[in-house]
């Protein structure tokens, strides 16, 4: 018990020395950073859909630094082949051999910018990446070294010559995120921070690569009981049910929702996972899964108001009845 009380805090202070590490390049955006982590430390790939100019590629490239990874950024454009971002073998004549050169995907932390520009075809050389950490090429199957992360970003405005992610490939992302412009005061506070240098520049990682493995393997020690289990299978089940719903969780949506919510348990400094965590992650690590019907979208329903219908709907444990009927 001592010892899983001191791998907890052990967790709970890498974790938030990184978060405070990138907050100071992304000023004002604690909640997402935190969330960015969380998803670093579970393992997860996470989708960032925003406008242009908001710190996407920043918050990861800051991520990155803070733990002394590699980072590598992809820029998907309608021309782009899957050989670009797994890698190419090349004959090498003095070898008699073929060499394989990586693609940019063989990083710690990679960003698919614009991802939605990219054809289906090259879109889906990140599948196989993102669920087995590993990529196939020519016949043979290369790991790609832990910690291993994907964030992807696109222009929820802009569609004209942009290929929709299909579901398969959706599913794979942990989560979803909005970063959202700063607040008037955090945006003058950037100008004086940012005006003339970034504090990118300044930016000094602040744990390791296995120190961030280790707390990857904290993190799946964190106990989840019966009751959070139940809860996590009622949520999910609830979104297949619900009548404005046309796609609902997938099991691979209620697996990160038991993953995320230990990592959270974690930076709280508890060795087990409470309802509280499932329910403030289920909207981040549900809402690009679900599929409204027309008729309900027609209404100005959205997922993020079913996900809380939901919620209400279903026993939290600890309770005795129902939030509401």
């Known amino acids: ?178 970063v959202g412009y700063p607040s008037r005061e955090k945006e003058l506070e950037m100008l004086d921070t940012h005006g003339v240098r970034s504090t990118f520049l300044d930016l000094d990682p602040v744990a390791s690569l296995s120190e961030v493995t280790e707390m990857v393997d904290i993190a799946r020690q964190v106990a989840v009981s019966q009751s959070v289990k139940n809860y996590i299978v009622d949520l999910i089940e609830g979104t297949r049910l619900h009548p404005d719903v046309m796609l609902g969780g997938s099991p691979r949506s209620a697996l990160f929702l038991q993953r995320i919510g230990r990592s959270r348990a974690a930076a709280n400094g508890r060795d087990y996972v409470m309802p509280d965590d499932i329910k403030a992650l289920a909207g981040p690590v549900l809402e690009h899964r679900l599929g409204l019907r027309p008729e309900a979208q027609m209404r100005g329903e959205t997922i993020g108001s079913v996900i809380q219908d939901v919620m209400g709907r279903i026993q939290v444990p600890g309770t005795t009845s129902r939030i509401a009927t």
């Open 1 to 178: 018990m001592a010892e899983a009380g001191s791998n907890i805090e052990l967790f709970g202070g890498r974790f938030h020395r990184i978060v405070s590490n990138v907050e100071t390049v992304i000023q004002g955006k604690r909640d997402v950073i935190e969330l960015m982590a969380l998803a670093l430390v579970s393992e997860g790939h996470v989708l960032i859909e925003d406008v242009p100019g908001v710190g996407k590629t920043q918050l990861a490239k800051s991520l990155a630094r803070s733990i002394d990874g590699e980072f590598h950024r992809i820029q998907f454009t309608p021309d782009l082949l899957p050989s670009d971002v797994t890698g190419v073998s090349i004959w090498d004549r003095s070898a008699a051999q073929f060499d394989f050169k990586p693609g940019p995907i063989f990083a710690n932390v990679v960003v698919g910018d614009e991802i939605n520009r990219a054809s289906p075809k090259t879109q889906s050389a990140l599948l196989e990446a993102m669920e087995e950490r590993q990529v196939t090429s020519d016949g043979i199957t290369r790991a790609l070294d832990p910690p291993f992360m994907v964030i992807a970003t696109q222009n929820p405005l802009e569609h004209e010559g942009t290929y929709p992610l299909p579901e398969a490939q959706l599913d794979r992302f942990m989560m979803r995120v909005v």
